[in-house]
């Protein structure tokens, strides 16, 4: 095993109880991970379906729009915009931002509202006035749908952006994170099983030892005891065979 396949540490319990607890957690945050890239990948089908939806309608409703502006240039004449531009002062629709939080990605949405009333409601009242305000009704659907688009499509690069990270993410933790955590893993408990099988053959060895000059120790002993049984029966008996002259006075 290489020193890539596997973090280079010191073999012993405490590493074994890191490494046991860097691969919980590598194991919880693969498993969130995948949670959160599942839920981006259903809001980002959820969004194409939208986009789509409004790229279909959008022809139709740009079509109906160009169509207006013919029929009221038809009605009103070229110069209806020098009206239009005469009762308008400031912009009637504008877009504010909000916030989707999907599985802690902020999507931008924008919404397209009415800051305030028909500035020229009675613009071509004279003439082609229903044409007029059929333009404006076409042109304002046109806009929101615009804007419905420029929101689904800023959110759907956002979350391509962010699902592609977030894959990244749950491919490192899954191929080479947690792989490497459990190589490393088994290669701390391989030697420390190594260990003890040394341990123990080391300990069997030193009992053995221990064994043999112990008997050694009693063997010395049991001649020494025998020695001096003899010696100590060999000085009686020289006592008991000794006879005494008589001695004359």
Not at 67 to 89: C, H, P
Not at 227 to 239: G, I, K
């Amino acid at each position: 095993m290489s020193g890539n396949d596997r973090i280079n540490i010191f073999p012993s319990r405490m590493a074994m109880t890191l490494m046991k607890a860097r691969l919980k957690g590598a194991e919880k945050g693969h498993s969130l991970l995948k949670k959160k890239a599942d839920a981006l990948q259903l809001k980002f089908r959820q969004i194409l379906k939208k986009i789509i939806e409004t790229k279909s309608l959008m022809g139709g409703v740009m079509k109906e729009a160009s169509f207006s502006m013919s029929e009221a240039k038809f009605a009103v004449g070229n110069d209806f915009n020098t009206i239009v531009l005469q009762n308008v002062n400031k912009a009637q629709t504008k877009v504010r931002t909000k916030k989707e939080n999907v599985a802690g990605v902020n999507l931008p949405i924008f919404e397209a509202y009415q800051d305030s009333g028909d500035t020229w409601e009675l613009a071509g009242l004279a003439r082609g006035g229903q044409q007029l305000s059929k333009l404006k009704k076409n042109y304002a659907r046109a806009v929101q749908l615009l804007v419905d688009l420029a929101s689904l499509q800023t959110s759907f690069i956002t979350l391509d952006e962010v699902i592609k990270v977030t894959n990244r993410r749950v491919n490192a933790l899954e191929h080479v994170l947690i792989p490497r955590i459990e190589r490393t893993l088994a290669y701390i408990m391989t030697e420390l099983d190594e260990r003890e099988r040394e341990e123990f053959y080391r300990l069997k060895k030193v009992v053995e030892k221990k064994k043999i000059n112990q008997e050694a120790e009693n063997a010395d002993r049991d001649v020494d005891e025998i020695t001096q049984t003899a010696s100590a029966l060999e000085v009686r008996n020289l006592l008991e065979d000794q006879l005494d002259e008589d001695v004359l006075f």
